[in-house]
């Protein structure tokens, strides 16, 4: 049966993998970012190949944006049986550099995003029985320099979804994906000394795709993951098991 899955951030990167998966398996996508006109070509993209998607602006950082999402999902009879939380706002800087703005958009945009998810859409969840994937990082467990807020909202996605998928069982499941270094638009800007470390440091020595973080992602999303809630999946290349390199 068709789903419908809504996607945050996913105009570009692993959002916009994450879609793509989902759609050429066959569910209905609702690909949704701040830059709507990324989003939206992601949709036209996926829709040129026979399937159904629409590109939909969504800041998750407003409360007004998710209602008015919501509304109009639900008037288009479209409401989300997946949501894959994957939006992120990160500014690098020891704790004592960042401004209270700063601090605070880091959080609202990366953790309570996925608070305002469920707040808006617990409902349709339940009723197609469905689920959340949120998307965390291995610096939800490991520090790295100079990333306080990133870490800790990445860390609270970890325990908030742990949270969640206890309050919403036992019709809804929520499960978490921790990604290692990725190569997205985000690995654009890093030197070449960076890249070369977390290609070291990934046991299998390179960097993932982010249609590797996808799969991962539809797999929790989908029947094969019918007994699996509450979990925290590394898709890190085995970054995380190592003190090495
Ligand atoms: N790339 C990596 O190495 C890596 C590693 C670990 C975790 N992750 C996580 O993967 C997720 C996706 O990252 P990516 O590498 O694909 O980055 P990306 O920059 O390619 O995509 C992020 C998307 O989020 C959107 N976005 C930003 N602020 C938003 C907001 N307020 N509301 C809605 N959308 C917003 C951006 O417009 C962009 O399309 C993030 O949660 C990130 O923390 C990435």
């Known amino acids: ?10 105009g570009h990167g692993i959002g916009a993998a994450a879609a793509r998966a989902f759609a050429d398996a066959g569910d209905d996508v609702v690909v949704t970012d701040i830059d709507v006109d990324a989003a939206q070509a992601v949709a036209a993209e996926i829709r040129a190949t026979g399937a159904a998607a629409t590109g939909n602006f969504l800041d998750v950082a407003d409360p007004e944006a998710w209602e008015t999402l919501s509304r109009e999902l639900r008037a288009a ?17 020891v704790a004592h550099e960042q401004t209270e703005d700063n601090w605070s958009k880091q959080l609202s945009v990366t ?19 469905g689920n959340m994937v949120n998307v965390s990082s291995v610096h939800g467990v490991l520090a790295w320099a100079e990333q306080p807020a990133y870490a800790a909202a990445k860390g609270g996605l970890i325990s908030l979804t742990r949270q969640l ?3 919403y069982a036992p019709h809804v499941r929520v499960n ?10 985000q690995w654009n800007h890093q ?3 960076d890249r070369q470390r977390a290609e070291r440091q990934a ?6 795709t982010p249609e590797e973080v996808a799969s991962v992602i539809q797999f929790l999303a989908g029947d094969g993951a019918s007994y699996v809630t509450g979990a925290s999946l590394l898709v890190d290349g085995g970054m995380t098991t190592t003190l090495g390199a």
């Open 165 to 167: 998928s206890l309050d």
């Open 176 to 185: 978490v994906v921790l990604p290692g270094a990725i190569q997205t638009r």
């Open 1 to 10: 049966m068709m789903r419908t899955v809504l996607i945050s951030g996913a």
């Open 191 to 193: 030197s070449s000394e």
């Open 203 to 208: 046991t299998l020595q390179r960097l993932g």
């Open 111 to 129: 953790l309570s995003s996925v608070y305002r998810s469920m707040r808006t859409f617990h409902d349709t969840l339940t009723a197609a029985r």
């Open 77 to 93: 009879q479209r409401p989300p049986a997946v949501i894959v939380n994957n939006a992120f706002f990160q500014v690098a800087g």
